[in-house]
């Protein structure tokens, strides 16, 4: 795992312009970053980041049925009682997920670490799946990187094929899309979606989630007052169960993609449940319910919010118990988990952190972010990456 130095495409920011890459600058600095590259060896992608992808997936879907049918874990992951018999029911159904990724610390030596569980809302999709890609091939036809290199990245067809399998398991006429305002690259995110749902043959339509509204039959709305019966939304359903009209998202009305499952899978409280049920695993990392941490097994501990997203209201705690925040933001109400600390590997002044992809339960690409802080934010650089 090397961090090669790289020239910059000249015409790229005009590329980006062209394909809708509108948020390759977040607040005047750079988020895409090409003046550097990740290489990994095969051996390195397919059985130190690939094989283990594979393999966690699956056990955290044992621990999405272990919880779902645990009243005690569920309280302790603060899940809405009321919303209980809706995921397990949700759960049963296999009601089908489109993707999501896999948070690991790997250096290239050691077996990659779990950090958390992206299920629910994961973004940079769109800079995985098309753009890398597309500066591999434009690299690769100016013979800037060796003909040989290749690219762990089959997201967008993989994605292809996923939303054709969804279209016939929910029998999709339309399939609405939807985000917040004013987020350029949840925008982006979903548009990228749309394109690939387009390529499966699905009609689509967008509404942002402020404009979806609600007849008198419980059923959302868009603006032209058509019934949304199926929806994929970049919007946390632990932000649709606290809100107002969170008993009509569970009710049978809309196909949500994701399902209501993946509350499970999103929630950090998977990660103590995954050390409960995995103890010792080679890919895991110590982690309690915050009420139950072991502190004096460890010198240093990271403790994470149930529902934090982009590296909000970080702490480190000592087995001392004394606690130094790292990140602020708007969660911790609902309580935390506590992880043995493990950090991100560092590259010159860089902390790099692997994003591993999958789509339904497929290993389908990566995401290499880099940040001269320890913790992984929303705009914390993003960097193509090799296989030679």
Not at 364 to 381: H, K, N
Request: glycine share 4%; charged share 25%; hydrophobic share 40%.
């Amino acid at each position: 795992m090397l961090r090669i130095a790289h020239n910059e495409r000249k015409n790229w920011k005009a590329l980006a312009r062209d394909y809708g890459f509108n948020f390759h600058t977040i607040d005047g600095a750079a988020y895409w970053d090409e003046t550097a590259y990740y290489q990994f060896s095969l051996e390195q992608i397919e059985n130190h980041i690939e094989a283990p992808t594979a393999e966690i997936h699956q056990m955290c879907l044992a621990a999405v049925d272990h919880i779902s049918q645990n009243e005690e874990l569920l309280l302790k992951m603060r899940v809405p009682e009321w919303s209980w018999q809706a995921i397990r029911d949700s759960w049963l159904a296999r009601s089908p997920s489109l993707y999501s990724r896999l948070d690991f610390v790997y250096d290239g030596v050691n077996p990659v670490k779990l950090l958390e569980n992206n299920a629910d809302t994961p973004t940079s999709l769109y800079e995985a799946g098309f753009w890398q890609w597309l500066w591999l091939e434009d690299n690769v036809d100016s013979q800037k990187i060796n003909r040989q290199a290749d690219q762990f990245n089959s997201l967008q067809e993989k994605l292809v094929a996923r939303f054709q399998e969804i279209a016939v398991i929910n029998q999709i006429n339309t399939l609405h899309f939807s985000c917040c305002k004013d987020t350029d690259e949840d925008r982006g995110t979903v548009q990228y979606l749309q394109d690939c749902a387009k390529e499966a043959g699905i009609n689509d339509k967008f509404t942002f989630i402020e404009d979806i509204g609600i007849d008198d039959k419980g059923r959302f709305t868009d603006l032209d007052n058509m019934i949304i019966q199926d929806c994929f939304k970049l919007y946390p359903w632990e932000f649709m169960l606290d809100e107002e009209f969170g008993n009509d998202a569970i009710s049978n009305h809309t196909n949500w993609i994701e399902p209501l499952w993946k509350t499970l899978l999103s929630n950090k409280g998977l990660l103590a449940v995954l050390w409960d049920m995995f103890s010792n695993h080679p890919n895991l990392l110590p982690t309690y319910f915050a009420q139950n941490a072991p502190l004096s097994s460890a010198e240093k501990w990271i403790k994470k919010p149930l529902f934090s997203r982009e590296g909000a209201n970080i702490s480190m705690v000592q087995s001392s118990g004394k606690e130094t925040q790292l990140s602020t933001g708007p969660y911790g109400d609902e309580g935390f988990v506590i992880q043995a600390y493990c950090p991100v590997p560092q590259f010159g002044e860089n902390h790099t952190l692997i994003g591993s992809w999958l789509v339904d339960d497929q290993p389908a690409g990566i995401t290499v972010r880099e940040d001269l802080t320890a913790i992984t934010q929303d705009t914390s650089r993003f960097l193509p990456h090799i296989i030679l």
